[in-house]
């Protein structure tokens, strides 16, 4: 009974409304990576920019080839930093993009950034 109500509470209110004419996040900017290591595991330490205030979280992207791109990894809202642990003993370079994304869809990347290990 109570979920009832609050769904028409909030149905009512326009809260629902609001929801279905959310627009895509504008996209983080000034990422950047450097190199970090814990013991023999190399980390990428990703930092950039959060310009929107609509994005329900983001999508961080790496690749060794710079142009096939693969998620490696999520972070919520109002988050600026990621730390991806890349392996033990890694020798190359990786590049990075990242992406917010809310119930409208995925903004447009970010810059790419690399890294060697």
Request: net charge negative.
């Amino acid at each position: 009974m109570i979920g009832v109500l609050l769904s028409s509470l909030l149905f009512s209110s326009g809260f629902f409304a609001l929801a279905d004419e959310a627009e895509v996040p504008e996209a983080p900017f000034q990422l950047e990576v450097s190199t970090d290591y814990e013991g023999a595991t190399c980390i990428a330490a990703l930092k950039w920019r959060d310009m929107s205030e609509s994005e329900l979280g983001f999508e961080v992207l790496r690749s060794q080839n710079n142009s096939e791109f693969e998620v490696v990894g999520m972070v919520g809202a109002n988050t600026s930093h990621y730390r991806d642990k890349v392996g033990k003993y890694v020798v190359g370079g990786f590049t990075y993009k990242v992406r917010a994304f809310n119930q409208a869809g995925k903004s447009e990347e970010s810059n790419a950034s690399s890294v060697w290990f």
